[in-house]
């Protein structure tokens, strides 16, 4: 007799396709130990039926188990639980009823939680998400994506995707990197100049512990990445934040004593400001003075669609003292977490210890599908399809800001993708935040991105990196309603 076929059902919840889903429904089953060895499962016809799906769907996620060893297919007497497939564990799984462990006191080290502004999961059902750093899928290649996915994941391929590079790099991707990428910045590296990382962030990470400890001073933009500052606080290190102005940060105020200094000066974080050429040069001639390291995060360069972008600090540095920060996680998609690193190749060498003392390498498949998705020319096409797209929205939101009459604090003149905003002094923006939210609009509070304990409440981002030009004027219009309303209560 087969199993009985009342057994089976289908996980409304679940995600994938109709067939990986009920895939994984007879693989639980197994797993769970409720369909035992050599049992029979219902025919593909009757299954199909039960399901409402069609019987190629239940036929090829019969096969796809079989081919797994879940199932083994006996000629025209259907389908059985294979006799090697895998076991239920031999005892349940018991969770322990109370812990007479004390956490506070074992835990030697406490960290701070990662930097994460307060967006809803579900930010894409919003309608108007005026939110930073996500991919709108309208725009991203995914059919050349998973078509480099595939090559990646060919036999030809197939000691690249599965090998353990120890602490090296997949050398397509490196030799990409130091051929095609950087000399756009005018970066000429070797391979031993250069290190994958798992982001930007990680990136930031690793320098921070390679080049400081607590006898060391750094100094830090103000406002700037709320996630650089938890990683230099993290390091021990002295933290001098260093205030900005509308060319970014000002070489003259650096403190004297600092040993490493972090900057974004393409688009700086969150102003979207672009530090002027001879102030480059000034903060590198400061840097020979003073005798201090320099780390540029060069995110968005390639989002300059107002203006060709300036030439990269490290392109400008005859002295070495210049670490650089690239990352495709912005223009590729978040989800993708990675970066490089570019840096003298004694830094690089400390840095590649360090890195693989802890993850190794990053994945090398991730690492040759990208290799494939840039020199195919997909990631070109795709950052000229951006371009395009954030100039067109950018036109929009200039004006629906002007039109509502809003006070913009800092926009790039180079492009980017999102505007700094100022509303009246006495307005709270995470309350205002929280308003437009029940209006289904997404902004993003500007006190997180201060050093200070006491930080201004009345500044806030709007990108429009993951919203449409045909919702910008409308969005802008709620949160212009929204200060309105907040500054009569104010007054009245």
């Not at 100094?219 to 996630?227: G, K, L, R, T, V």
Request: net charge neutral; charged share 20%; hydrophobic share 40%.
């Amino acid at each position: 007799m087969p199993i009985s076929i009342e057994t089976f059902f289908l996980d409304s919840d679940a995600e994938g396709t109709l067939q990986a889903r009920i895939q994984q429904m007879v693989a639980q089953g197994i797993l769970a130990g409720r369909f035992r060895p050599g049992e029979r499962l219902p025919s593909s016809r009757r299954m199909a039926q039960h399901l409402g799906v069609s019987r190629i769907t239940v036929t090829l996620a019969y096969t796809e188990l079989v081919a797994d060893d879940y199932l083994t297919s006996k000629g025209r007497s259907g389908y059985f639980v294979s006799e090697n497939a895998p076991e239920p564990p031999a005892f349940p799984a018991q969770q322990a009823p109370n812990s007479t462990v004390d956490w506070g006191r074992v835990i030697g080290h406490k960290h701070l939680p990662a930097f994460n502004m307060d967006r809803p999961k579900d930010w894409a059902s919003y309608k108007y998400p005026f939110i930073y750093g996500q991919t709108d899928p309208t725009l991203f290649d995914s059919a050349n994506w998973r078509l480099c996915a595939l090559q990646a994941l060919g036999k030809r391929d197939f000691s690249a995707m599965t090998a353990d590079y120890y602490d090296r790099d997949d050398p397509k991707l490196i030799e990409f990197i130091a051929r095609q990428i950087l000399p756009r910045r005018g970066i000429l590296a070797g391979p031993e100049e250069v290190l994958v990382t798992m982001g930007a962030q990680n990136a930031l990470w690793l320098t921070a512990q390679v080049v400081l400890n607590a006898r060391r001073r750094a100094a830090i933009e103000d406002p700037s990445y709320p996630a650089l500052r938890t990683i230099l606080t993290q390091s021990s290190c002295q933290l001098s934040p260093v205030s900005v102005d509308k060319d970014g940060l000002p070489p003259e105020a650096i403190p004297d004593g600092t040993d490493v200094v972090f900057t974004t000066p393409s688009h700086h974080c969150p102003t979207a400001c672009t530090m002027p050429l001879d102030r480059r040069k000034a903060l590198l001639q400061k840097a020979e003075d003073d005798d201090f390291l320099i780390v540029e995060d060069d995110y968005e360069f390639e989002m300059s669609f107002l203006k060709a972008p300036s030439p990269s600090l490290k392109s400008l540095d005859q002295n070495g003292r210049v670490i650089y920060v690239g990352s495709f996680s912005k223009s590729l998609f978040p989800g993708l977490r990675l970066g490089y690193l570019v840096g003298p190749a004694p830094f690089i060498r400390e840095a590649r210890a360090l890195r693989a003392s802890i993850l190794r390498h990053p994945p090398g498949q991730i690492q040759r599908t990208v290799a494939y998705y840039l020199s195919l020319g997909h990631y070109d096409a795709l950052v000229r399809r951006m371009s395009k797209a954030y100039e067109q929205r950018r036109m929009v939101i200039d004006q629906a800001i002007a039109d509502n009459g809003l006070t913009v604090a800092g926009q790039g003149t180079f492009g980017g993708s999102s505007i700094w905003m100022k509303a009246a002094p006495h307005i709270d923006t995470q309350h205002l935040a929280d308003i437009l939210r029940a209006k289904g609009v997404l902004i993003e509070p500007g006190a997180p991105f201060f050093h200070s304990t006491n930080p201004p409440q009345n500044y806030f981002r709007v990108a429009y990196s993951s919203i449409p030009a045909s919702r910008i004027s409308a969005g802008i219009g709620h949160i212009a309603d929204a200060l309105r309303t907040l500054e009569e209560k104010g007054h009245a």
